[in-house]
């Protein structure tokens, strides 16, 4: 069957997917003959659907986990969904919303029974989206955060933090998203960058018993209803004689005391802050240190509430509030200015809704002293981070780590397993199940007669990231009975054979958004249950954007369906267009053209392969120029190989993706195939066409990784295979021998077949044309190797040294030797000289910029000595040219 004049993915992709799938090759088992290579997929949310995100990221760990498995190593990449508790909540209520179902008229137990359909229904999506891509993770692994073992283990754990002293609950200022109506951690705040408009009101307070008033400036006048004191800097003269004195609340004349406080900015405002503990923080404390009243005049749903003391303004949203606040304000007098402001404005990272501070009664996990091994183990590099440059926001992260809020007020997520048995603070218990709670509540509270039924469970769920922290080892069944020893709270070494294995991974691959959120709480995790780390290496990706530089996002319409990109460009097209320009740690500009690149890439490989398998062969001895050849792409292709390993063992997997595609594009198609390619309708001998095929199956092996499709399509028309020999399995390249002589000379072979091409396109000269080059040279023997490639691909008939300049010849000057192409007739003297004066230009100008690399003392001293010498060469090497070039200039003057 002839084979198509394009390539097509449509008709590879699924084919070699689900033989693959068919043949177990994605699956891993612990084997000790083989080193282990694991990584744990950033699980994504049950909700989701592919994003540009996603493809970045899987197609990364993709490219990792299959060169693993080629070097013979035991892959397995573990992939698995987040139960993800906000989201997949708004996506339920919304779903019974739409059914004409009010989540407030159903039991937990009747919006649960609609959650777990929904999840069935829907919750796989992403997971199948990853396959279109060429995921090769171990799906017969694969996890969910609420599965019956996984949510067994996240209330197990809280159960032993709990009895460590770690968890605890208590009455604390915290995060409040009033449409998701839950408290969320301060990591799952997010600030706009550059910040937001706002507004700066100016309110006078009226002091008690005195004809004077104090102007607070306040970005939230809604809040005015719920001060208790007005505090100014003890440092402040213009307010000491009013320390100790009351100021009155507009509207309801509350008295209020005025306090000192050091927070208090002299320069920011008025010098006078109104403070309201019940919704800011820093109030909250200013409350704390003087005692004062707390006035929660917000409720969850972000509504003002009768303590606010104003009829006409309960029940109304609080930004309604605010707009009406002020215009009330300025009837009574009291608002005397208001200016437009910057400011940084917290949101609510799941529903973006405004964060509402708030003092409510939630469970904590103490993170100073449990954080500490995780802390030291990225200091002292025992885990790597790449980019090196989020070292520094890790470590400022966990020397200011705050008590992490794990509790949310939710029913979707693993129920949080504390047991009330009376009214009191401490009349509960935290057991891993309701039977032993029932034990423990008869113990503490001294009633033997307390019933199942008189205990009453938390209503709350525990916060996403409290289950995904276990991932690494959760995956494994770490936490399982037989494997966990719940009196020292730690996981049994030595009885979890798939654990041991294949802990710690060796790499995960994720967003440095979630560097806090997820991969420092799991490094938490590790050292707090199994002693040691749970990956090696932490490749952190950058965000993906368009060329406008905006964060994708389905508001602003600039984020592509994956999905349709793979369709139009193929998968290996679209893998390779978002490694094209993702370097570590850096935004990626995506842009579609990069898509089409790749696309352009896989036929450029497939009319190679159209190439090579349409020749014929002969028992014909090797030629000469085909066996220089042979010898020079096996030492460019070793040359290339231990380029490739370098910026993997970096992580550069751009860069890594960039040695390939050059060394197919450039090296293979564009030079080797064009120099042992025979000349029409002749045969090419049978030694040169093997040793092809074996470098056209040696570069498909190195492609894999990236364009799995493609290579494993070609590897199997290269030619006839056993059932299991496929790509995907077959043995990474060693490296060998590199003969840097042969390089140089075939590099310096191929300038000059370019400047011949160059000349004849400049002159309109037939390619079919046999043309001789003449060079002035020292050493014409350096010729000798490659001088065959030269005449056939510049299509010369002769190559030769000469003594002195030739007239009527163009001219190039490469490397200090000046190069003569005898032209029949006479050249055109005013065409020849804006030739040399373009390259001149151009040499000055390359000159400058070398000198001004060789004039800089800090590069001198500090780059490596052959980096310094190579930029030496490139100056002598152009100042050899300017002078051959303005010899040439002055002849033909």
Not at 208 to 227: F, S
Not at 240 to 249: D, I, N, S, Y
Not at 299 to 308: P, Q, R, S, V
Not at 778 to 805: P, Q, R, Y
């Amino acid at each position: 069957m002839a084979l198509s004049t394009k390539y097509d993915p449509s008709q590879v992709e699924d084919k070699w997917y689900q033989r693959w799938m068919d043949k177990g090759f994605f699956h891993s088992e612990p084997n000790p003959d083989k080193e282990p290579y694991a990584i744990v997929i950033p699980p994504p949310n049950v909700t989701g659907v592919l994003h540009m995100g996603h493809m970045l990221n899987n197609t990364i760990q993709d490219v990792l986990i299959r060169k693993a498995r080629m070097e013979g190593k035991e892959a397995c990449w573990v992939p698995g969904t987040d139960h993800a508790s906000i989201a997949t909540e708004a996506k339920v209520v919304r779903m019974l919303r739409e059914k004409g179902i009010s989540k407030g008229d159903l039991s937990r137990e009747e919006f649960l029974k609609y959650a777990w359909e929904w999840k069935e229904k829907y919750g796989g999506i992403i997971l199948e989206q990853l396959k279109k891509l060429g995921a090769s993770c171990d799906w017969e692994r694969t996890s969910f955060t609420m599965d019956e073992g996984y949510f067994k283990a996240v209330i197990r754990v809280f159960v032993d933090l709990h009895n460590k002293g770690y968890i605890y609950r208590g009455l604390r200022m915290i995060n409040w998203d009033v449409e998701a109506k839950t408290a969320v951690s301060n990591e799952e705040v997010i600030y706009q960058e550059g910040g937001e408009m706002s507004k700066l009101y100016s309110v006078r307070y009226k002091i008690k018993d005195a004809d004077e008033y104090v102007t607070i400036a306040t970005q939230r006048p809604e809040t005015i209803l719920g001060d208790t004191a007005i505090a100014v800097n003890p440092k402040d003269e213009r307010y000491t004689h009013l320390v100790g004195k009351h100021a009155l609340v507009p509207f309801i004349n509350r008295e209020i005391p005025i306090i000192a406080d050091d927070y208090v900015e002299l320069d920011f405002g008025t010098g006078c802050l109104k403070v309201t503990p019940a919704h800011d923080p820093n109030d909250y404390e200013i409350g704390v240190r003087h005692d004062l009243d707390i006035i929660d005049t917000i409720d969850d749903d972000g509504n003002l509430n009768e303590k606010c003391e104003v009829p006409k303004y309960v029940g109304m949203d609080r930004f309604a509030v605010r707009k009406q606040i002020v215009k009330d304000l300025q009837e009574a007098g009291h608002l005397v200015g208001e200016e437009d402001f910057n400011t940084r404005i917290g949101r609510s990272e799941r529903t973006n809704t405004v964060i509402e501070p708030k003092l409510s009664l939630q469970w904590f996990i103490k993170m100073k002293e449990i954080s500490k091994k995780a802390h030291q183990a990225v200091m002292d590099d025992d885990v790597v981070l790449y980019p090196a440059k989020f070292k520094n926001t890790y470590n400022h992260w966990m020397e200011n780590v705050r008590d992490w809020c794990i509790s949310r007020q939710l029913w979707w997520g693993q129920r949080i397993p504390a047991y009330y048995y009376g009214k009191g603070e401490n009349d509960f218990v935290v057991a891993e199940t309701p039977d032993e709670a029932l034990v423990l509540a008869r113990e503490k509270s001294g009633k033997n007669d307390l019933r199942a039924e008189d205990l009453d469970q938390d209503p709350d769920v525990l916060d996403t990231w409290a289950s995904s922290w276990l991932f690494p080892m959760a995956v494994f069944h770490g936490f399982d009975d037989q494997y966990f020893d719940r009196e020292k709270g730690k996981i049994i070494p030595g009885a979890n054979a798939a654990l041991d294995y294949y802990y710690p991974t060796n790499t995960l691959v994720t967003a440095p958004e979630i560097l806090f959120f997820w991969v420092a709480r799991m490094i938490i995790a590790g050292y707090e249950y199994k002693d040691e780390k749970p990956f090696q290496h932490v490749y952190l990706t950058g965000i993906v954007r368009d060329k406008q530089r905006r964060k994708m996002s389905k508001s602003l319409g600039n984020s592509p369906d994956p999905l349709d990109l793979i369709q139009q460009y193929g998968a290996d097209g679209v893998r390779t267009g978002m490694l094209f320009s993702s370097p570590a740690g850096n935004d990626l500009l995506f842009d579609e053209k990069l898509c089409e690149q790749g696309r352009n890439f896989a036929n450029k490989i497939w009319n190679a392969f159209r190439l090579v398998k349409g020749w014929e062969t002969s028992d014909n001895t090797t030629e000469e120029l085909n066996q220089t050849t042979i010898h020079w792409f096996r030492s460019r292709f070793n040359q290339a190989l231990a380029e490739l390993e370098d910026h993997f063992t970096k992580f550069r997997i751009s860069d890594a993706l960039m040695v390939v595609y050059k060394l197919i594009w450039d090296d293979f198609c564009s030079w080797y195939l064009e120099m042992i390619k025979p000349a029409y309708g002749a045969p090419i001998d049978r030694e040169t066409y093997r040793q092809t095929i074996s470098f056209f199956e040696d570069l498909m092996k190195v492609l894999h990784p990236f364009m799995p499709f493609i290579s494993e399509e070609l590897w199997h028309e290269l030619r006839d295979r056993e059932g299991n020999d496929c790509l995907i399995i077959a043995p990474w390249p060693t490296g060998g021998a590199i003969n840097q002589q042969s390089i140089e000379g075939a590099a310096f072979a191929f300038e000059i077949i370019t400047n011949v091409r160059n000349n004849r396109n400049a002159r309109q000269i037939s390619p079919k044309e046999t043309l001789d080059l003449l060079v002035k040279t020292g050493d014409f023997k350096k010729f000798t190797e490659f001088s065959h490639v030269i005449c056939k691909l510049a299509n010369l008939g002769s190559l030769k040294e000469t003594a002195e300049k030739v007239d009527n010849a163009a001219t190039f000057v490469l490397k200090g030797d000046e190069f003569f192409i005898p032209l029949e007739g006479n050249i055109d003297t005013e065409k020849e000289r804006e030739e040399i004066l373009k390259q001149l230009e151009y040499t000055k100008g390359f000159l400058a910029s070398v000198d001004k690399k060789l004039n800089n003392e800090k590069f001198v001293k500090g780059a490596p000595a052959q980096v310094v010498e190579m930029e030496q060469r490139k100056k002598t090497d152009a100042e050899a040219k300017i002078k051959l070039l303005e010899e040439s200039l002055a002849a033909l003057a």
